[in-house]
């Protein structure tokens, strides 16, 4: 079974840096789009950033000028880099990839917890 394997995440000072990362386990038909979301504690989960295969971008507002969304088609995997952290970002980062017909598929990481201090 195919799964979602991510990594990057930990523990940062405000202002800090980090990268993650996410691939299959797998192989799998290349995606169609790949985004990031989060949940902190209590809260509902958000979207954070997505990519399509094509290299169209889209940020959630409290990201934008911070956080870069990319991917690499040959590997099929996706990063998020994360600049200026603020303790706000404190939460567990998932990666999802889906497609679209034919091979549809939607998976989800693990998830992987940012945690800011300030």
């Known amino acids: 079974q195919v799964q979602l394997v991510e990594s990057g995440g930990g523990l940062v000072q405000a202002g800090g840096s980090l990268r993650l990362s996410c691939a299959a386990s797998g192989s799998i038909f290349s995606f169609n789009a790949m985004g990031w979301y989060r949940q902190a504690p209590g809260k509902q989960r958000e979207l954070v950033a997505t990519?399509?295969?094509?290299?169209?971008?889209n940020y959630a507002d409290f990201v934008k000028g911070r956080f870069t969304i990319s991917r690499d088609n040959a590997k099929n995997a996706g990063y998020l880099q994360m600049n200026s952290l603020e303790p706000e970002d404190t939460a567990v980062y998932y990666c999802?990839?889906?497609?679209?017909?034919?091979?549809?598929?939607?998976?989800w990481g693990q998830g992987t917890q940012v945690t800011v201090s300030s």
């Open positions: 990519i399509t295969n094509s290299g169209s971008t």
């Open positions: 999802n990839f889906r497609r679209e017909v034919p091979y549809a598929y939607n998976y």
